[in-house]
T-cell receptor, first 110, second 111 residues
Framework: DTAVSQTPKYLVTQMGNDKSIKCEQN?????MYWYKQDSKKFLKIMFS???????INETVPNRFSPKSPDKAHLNLHINSLELGDSAVYFC?????????FGSGTRLTVV | QQQVKQSPQSLIVQKGGIPIINCAYE??????FPWYQQFPGKGPALLIA?????SEKKEGRFTISFNKSAKQFSLHIMDSQPGDSATYFC??????????FGAGTTVTVRA
């Protein structure tokens, strides 16, 4: 059983398209996150939800919109994709201490 | 701005050597300092973590040393093996707030 699962694993799309990445955790954690890892491997937080409530919203373009239908799911929708959005996006969950990360979604915008 | 500074960016050691990765922070409110290990194509995985009331913590071949007064902490990998080749990230957070990550160190252990 995968603790934090993300789909899809790979996503190749054209500029201007809209796409979504889904994340589900079966750990019973209250808090979920989206992180972006750039080509230099730097991990930067984008959003955090606690029990479906948005608690962290870093300086992210408003083309990115997270949605949490319940505390086990946190999805990321991206509108009008740009070349600079190409990166690996990681979902993570936490009970309050360490994080458990998913295996990532590699987004390539062409 | 980066809240946790990590060095070196990369290092290469021979099998059996001891790679050492250093991190420094400014925010004295940080109270949780984990290290993550990431293999290519995988997500970061929690390796070991320490709280500031402890100066050292060992788990298997991995040791964290923590210097509260200097606001620094480091990861030592004892008797390193080729399977330890990965990118290592230090991180820090305060309470239930977000984890701030260092820039990562790519460790290569040659057989």
């Amino acid at each position: 059983d995968t603790a934090v699962s993300q789909t899809p694993k790979y996503l190749v799309t054209q500029m201007g398209n809209d796409k979504s990445i889904k994340c589900e955790q079966n750990l019973g954690h209250d808090t979920m996150y989206w992180y972006k890892q750039d080509s230099k491997k730097f991990l930067k937080i984008m959003f955090s939800y606690n029990n479906k409530e948005l608690i962290i919203n870093e300086t992210v373009p408003n083309r990115f919109s997270p949605k949490s239908p319940d505390k086990a799911h946190l999805n990321l929708h991206i509108n009008s994709l740009e070349l600079g959005d190409s990166a690996v996006y990681f979902c993570a969950s936490s009970p309050g201490g360490g994080y458990t990360f998913g295996s990532g979604t590699r987004l390539t915008v062409v | 701005q980066q809240q946790v500074k990590q060095s070196p960016q990369s290092l290469i050691v021979q099998k059996g050597g001891i790679p050492i990765i250093n991190c420094a922070y400014e925010n004295t409110a940080f109270d949780y300092f984990p290290w993550y290990q990431q293999f290519p194509g995988k997500g970061p995985a929690l390796l070991i973590a320490i709280r500031p009331d402890v100066s050292e913590k060992k788990e298997g071949r991995f040791t964290i040393s923590f210097n509260k007064s200097a606001k620094q902490f480091s990861l030592h990998i004892m008797d390193s093996q080729p399977g330890d080749s990965a990118t290592y990230f230090c991180a820090a957070k305060k309470g239930d707030y977000k984890l701030s990550f260092g820039a990562g160190t790519t460790v290569t252990v040659r057989a």
